[in-house]
């Protein structure tokens, strides 16, 4: 097993709890909009360019915050399906901003003609943080009691979203919450197939996002 950030010690503290057996549970998202859909009806359709950035720090671990390539596995499909919640769009891109893009001027140039061919530009970025300190002491504990005893393991998921009109200038600016915990302890095993970590994961990543476009719907934001 590999963790997300390639920690050979996270990795073997890990190793025998997550074969014993693990359970997953998340916070409800905070802030959310609170209303109901109200659609933007007769509004004049928009092109959008989609800026999406993941990006991962585990504190005591990583010095700074670290772009990552990808959230959750079928990013993808969760983000097609928000965007429905959005009706005036007529045209839109997606880039999403990649650790090496640095070191790749094409990509680059790519990015800068879709931000001055689009209406607006919305920026939207994931955070993930965890502490190596929870994560080392917890697993060693785990690793200890041959994991009869459960040891949380906390994300905290942050989803800032700011919506950009053409001339650069910022419109709105939006975020969602939410921690998700994975418990590992030997008897859990019989509890993942009803809580398994990766589709708590994408509940987060779907909620927020389905929430973060009915607010844009809602108040017209994208005019």
């Not at 802030?31 to 585990?58: I, T, Y």
């Not at 994931?126 to 504990?141: A, H, I, R, V, Y």
């Not at 987060?204 to 005019?223: P, W, Y």
Request: include cysteine; aromatic fraction near 10%.
């Amino acid at each position: 097993m590999k963790s997300r950030h390639g920690t050979p010690l996270a990795s073997v503290l890990l190793l025998a709890g997550l074969l014993a057996g693990c359970a997953a549970t998340r916070s409800p998202i905070e802030g959310m909009f609170g209303r109901s859909l109200e659609p933007n009806l007769n509004a004049e359709k928009v092109s959008v360019l989609f800026l999406f950035r993941h990006q991962a720090q585990q504190h005591g671990f990583d010095s700074i915050p670290k772009l990552q390539t990808g959230g959750v596995k079928d990013f993808v499909i969760l983000f097609a399906d928000s965007l429905r919640e959005i009706s005036n769009i007529s045209r839109y891109e997606t880039f999403t901003e990649l650790p090496n893009d640095v070191n790749e001027p094409k990509r680059r140039e790519t990015l800068a003609t879709a931000r001055a061919s689009m209406d607006y530009v919305i920026e939207i970025d994931f955070f993930e943080e965890s502490s190596f300190k929870q994560l080392c002491l917890n697993g060693t504990l785990s690793v200890l009691s041959l994991t009869a005893i459960p040891m949380p393991y906390d994300w905290d998921y942050t989803i800032s979203t700011r919506i950009n009109a053409k001339s650069g200038k910022r419109i709105a600016s939006l975020q969602r919450k939410a921690t998700l915990t994975s418990w590992v302890e030997v008897f859990l095993i019989f509890a993942y197939p009803f809580y398994p970590l990766e589709g708590k994961r994408e509940e987060i990543f779907s909620d927020s996002l389905h929430d973060i476009f009915k607010q844009i719907e809602t108040e017209k934001i994208l005019k």
